[in-house]
């Protein structure tokens, strides 16, 4: 089983530490193009590999693709480890570090003789690198916090990729016949952001055969410790994997032990005892010497407990215990069903990489009613952002697609929320478009005070509008801006808006807390891909699984609802 995140992980460095080699930019540009492509490739890359069909992905060549098989082959790369041993050994480590970039990292081997991490740190501790041409003292401030944010972060991985490896080893661990059942467990199945590592859960009678199939997994860099009933572990990527396994009477406590927050496990195991009961991963026993509960499935705990049943993202000691026991919990959380139009989508009249009509069928495909054409406004001028010539050829374009495909399409845009509060299109252009998500993407440095000034500025606007990736972070790479978001959440609950909830695994911005926030004030919500292919489609689950963590509604999320209701409550104008 290849790894095609760590294939294109592989891929994206080459290209960097290219670049800073000085390589030609075209060839640079290549491979992080094949790395994108790779990380949405919907399938296992193994079967791709193998049907011959890789260079049909796009910026897929031939040389390319030979590179590809051979790491996907090998687990190396020829080219990789010669240029790597062309460069410091630390330079891959710098890479890391937001902001910096490949060209900066050149300017500061040729000046200082940077060669890793702790040579750059030392250098701007010492004021070495403000006199670098290019660089000054808010400039090294910066990149001290970019090395403390990458040690924060490198113990964690985002969530797609932790699922995507972490289900292709239960997909290996079923195969193999000797398990009853297998599951994923721990905070990638409760969706949170970011993973430390990876549980799954098995039942079976034959335990050594599951754990001599992990222990075997490709990709598996070390194992840490090894056994009938736990093996751990250790990927080439670093990220760690527990396998427990039990035999089938104990799986379903032990799933439901491994998948609650510690603190929510806690809780329960207080209500447990003050019920006259001990709960632990093993089962549900009596103190009174009754003897254990039959657990047959996770839902029996919290039954035997008198709650509610509560789905595995919402166990985080986050009210749903109270909520369980007071027969509170929502009965209708959102879910993907529920999603009936794809907002906030990306084609290739601005950084997309598919035409109108091929994510318009994708996403009729999926059971869509409407698809929403949000390409860039003229600022984001970096991704191929439409001027008002570009944007009039493309409604022209829509209309064409329109008559060949059934799912309903609107006009739209993500425009930029410019640096005053305005957004960056005329209101004449405004008035003729059918939705407008509106996003941050410049000037995300500002101080707390200018950034929530910014926000209620654009929020007070009359035009109706959804917030687009509301506090701008990116997952393990770029915090949030600053915001007071209490009195940008008062604004727009004052304003004609709906918050998107950005499913881009980059992204998923809003975060649950802010969203309980805005549910309290009653701002209506949309669920967004932010997709930028076909495959980007694919990032709904994670809009929806956000949603649901944060307790969302069907009702809550504007499109749950029909076309002709969604385009109503959407329009600008």
């Known amino acids: 089983m290849a790894?095609?995140?760590?294939?294109?992980?592989?891929l994206r460095e080459l290209g960097m530490l290219l670049e800073v080699q000085g390589?030609?930019?075209?060839?640079?540009?290549?491979y992080e193009n094949g790395a994108r492509a790779?990380?949405?490739?919907?399938g296992d890359l193994d079967e791709v590999i193998a049907a011959g069909t890789l260079t049909e992905l796009p910026g897929i060549g031939k040389a390319l693709a030979a590179k590809i098989e051979e790491l996907a082959r090998t687990g190396r790369l020829e080219l990789l480890d010669r240029v790597r041993g062309q460069l410091p050994a630390g330079i891959g480590e710098l890479l890391r570090i937001p902001d910096l970039g490949?060209?900066?990292?050149a300017a500061l081997h040729a000046a200082l003789g940077i060669g890793g991490v702790a040579d750059l740190e030392a250098?701007?501790?010492?004021?070495?690198?403000?006199e670098v041409k290019g660089f000054g003292e808010k400039t090294e401030k910066k990149i001290l916090e970019g090395i403390h944010r990458v040690r924060t972060a490198a113990t964690r991985f985002r969530l797609s990729d932790a699922r995507e490896i972490g289900y292709g080893l239960v997909r290996m661990l079923r195969a193999t016949g000797a398990a009853d059942r297998v599951e994923l467990a721990g905070s990638a199945r409760r969706w949170k952001e970011t993973v430390g590592d990876l549980d799954i859960v098995a039942s079976s009678v034959e335990p050594a055969r599951l754990s001599a199939a992990l222990a075997a997994a490709p990709g598996v860099e070390s194992v840490v410790a090894?056994?009938?009933t736990k093996t751990t572990v250790r990927l080439a990527g670093g990220l760690s994997v527990d396998l427990r396994v039990v035999p089938p009477a104990e799986y379903a406590s032990l799933l439901h032990h491994?998948?609650?927050?510690?603190?929510?496990?806690v809780r329960l195991r207080a209500l447990a005892r003050d019920l006259g009961f001990t709960l632990s991963e093993w089962g549900l026993e009596r103190l009174d010497g009754g003897g254990k509960v039959p657990i047959h499935a996770e839902e029996d705990v919290y039954r035997a407990l008198g709650l509610e049943p509560v789905p595995p993202e919402l166990r985080q000691d986050s009210g749903e215990i109270e909520a369980a026991r007071e027969g509170r919990l929502p009965a209708d959380l959102v879910t993907v069903e529920d999603v009936r139009g794809m907002v906030h989508v990306h084609t290739s009249w601005s950084d997309g990489r598919a035409s109108i009509e091929e994510m318009a069928r994708a996403a009729e495909d999926m059971g869509m009613e409407y698809l929403t054409v949000t390409d860039h406004s003229r600022s984001a001028a970096y991704a191929g952002g439409l001027d008002v010539g570009r944007l009039e050829a493309q409604w022209e374009e829509i209309a064409r697609v329109q008559e060949k495909v059934g799912i309903r399409l609107l006009r739209g845009t993500e425009a930029d929320i410019l640096e005053t509060g305005a957004l960056d299109w005329p209101d004449a252009v405004l008035e003729k478009l059918d939705v407008v998500v509106a996003s941050v993407h410049s000037r995300m440095k500002m101080d707390q005070e200018q950034m929530t000034r910014r926000m209620v500025r654009m929020l007070e606007l009359p035009v109706f509008k959804i917030w687009g990736h509301a506090t701008g972070r990116l997952l393990l790479e770029r915090e949030p801006y600053g915001l007071d978001m209490e009195t940008v959440l008062d604004a727009a609950a004052a304003s004609r808006v709906a918050i998107e909830v950005n499913g881009d695994p980059h992204r998923l911005d809003m975060e649950p807390r802010h969203l309980r926030l805005a549910r309290q004030r009653g701002i209506p919500l949309v669920l967004s891909t932010d997709a930028h292919s076909v495959a980007g489609l694919q990032n709904l689950p994670y809009a929806v699984m956000t949603a649901r963590r944060a307790w969302v509604t069907r009702g809550e999320v504007l499109n749950t609802l029909p076309f002709s209701e969604f385009a109503a409550r959407v329009r600008p104008g």
């Open 23 to 30: 390589e030609n930019p075209f060839k640079v540009r290549a």
């Open 123 to 130: 250098a701007c501790k010492d004021g070495r690198v403000r």
């Open 38 to 42: 790779l990380e949405e490739l919907p």
């Open 102 to 105: 490949p060209k900066k990292i």
């Open 3 to 10: 790894d095609k995140i760590a294939v294109a992980g592989a």
């Open 226 to 228: 090894k056994g009938d």
């Open 258 to 265: 491994m998948t609650g927050s510690k603190e929510h496990n």
